[in-house]
Nanobody
Framework: VQLQASGGGFVQPGGSLRLSCAAS????????MGWFRQAPGKEREFVAA????????EYADSVKGRFTISRDNAKNTVYLQMNSLKPEDTAVYYC?????????????????WGQGTLVTVSS
């Protein structure tokens, strides 16, 4: 599956952004999807994941209550709604696809990756 992330940009603290990740190739609904991020000088970290149907979601503690992952299997797209953004959310955000959904997912659970979209939160 090929993934194309979009929606990044510059936003002030407290603002919102919605990231999108469009998938093409194999049937989208057969993939678990995830979002990861990599801040400057740091390792890539898990942000959120969603199961095949969207019934199960999981979040990093740092974004719980602020970010929401969702998917539209008819549009082959997964979203990450980010609210109450903080400067520490600044990072390149990557979407990823995996053939199984694992609890407490890691990078190794996802075999396909998008190119990343930059989110900058600053006043």
């Amino acid at each position: 599956v090929q993934l194309q992330a979009s929606g990044g940009g510059f936003v002030q603290p407290g603002g919102s952004l919605r990231l999108s990740c469009a998938a093409s190739g194999r049937t989208f609904s057969t993939y678990a999807m995830g979002w990861f991020r990599q801040a400057p000088g740091k390792e890539r970290e898990f942000v959120a994941a969603i199961s095949f149907s969207g019934a199960v979601t999981e979040y990093a503690d740092s974004v719980k209550g602020r970010f929401t992952i969702s998917r539209d299997n008819a549009k082959n797209t997964v979203y990450l709604q980010m609210n109450s953004l903080k400067p520490e959310d600044t990072a390149v955000y990557y979407c990823a696809a995996g053939e199984k959904y694992y609890s407490a997912p890691t990078e190794n659970d996802f075999g396909s990756w998008g190119q990343g979209t930059l989110v900058t939160v600053s006043s």
